[in-house]
């Protein structure tokens, strides 16, 4: 099955609402990519405050929304239960908005794993709205054992 629902996002990652950012998953591939989706409604809380009167997505939200998607796509691949280990963003090497994301749109976030060493997980996504490029990044996270 290469879809995952937003429950099973809530399997692999330990983000909650309002700061699970991703509606759903799909295209999985172990190890390779994933593509997470995230539906901007008109009354998503961000909107309230950057900018009133002239919403737009904050480039933070859109590289925390690729993060979560990098995120998920590892826990599965790994089979890494959060309540033992996290991956949590570490480095951003770099990260360009090309066009501003209103309310009412869908958010794509294509994310590739492009290495695993040490702990770290290293990351290449592309978020696109209508097919359109909106904004890139490469980021890592850093594998992180917990305990309860």
């Known amino acids: 099955m290469s879809a995952l629902s937003r429950a099973e996002l809530e399997r692999w990652l330990p983000h909650r ?16 990519s994933l ?4 539906e901007l409604t008109e009354d998503s809380p961000h909107f309230a405050g950057h900018f009133p009167g002239r919403p737009v997505l904050p ?15 590892s826990a599965k691949s790994e089979n890494l239960d959060p309540a033992n280990a996290l991956l949590m ?14 309310p009412g749109a869908t958010l794509r976030l294509n994310v590739e794993q492009t290495e695993v060493r040490h702990g770290l997980y290293r990351y290449r996504g592309e ?7 909106a904004g ?8 992180v054992e917990t305990s309860e």
Do not use: C, H, N, W
Not at 17 to 32: H, K, N, Q, T
Not at 35 to 38: D, E, I, L, Q, S
Not at 137 to 143: D, E, G, H, S, T
């Open 17 to 32: 609402s309002p700061f699970l950012l991703l509606d759903y998953a799909e295209d999985f591939v172990p190890r390779r």
């Open 35 to 38: 593509t997470g989706v995230m």
């Open 59 to 73: 480039g933070v939200l859109m590289i925390e929304a690729m993060a979560q998607t990098g995120a998920a796509l």
């Open 89 to 102: 963003l570490a480095i951003v090497e770099s990260a360009r908005f090309r066009a501003p994301v209103y």
């Open 127 to 133: 978020a696109r709205v209508d097919g359109r490029r």
């Open 136 to 143: 890139e990044a490469v980021f890592a996270a850093k594998l």
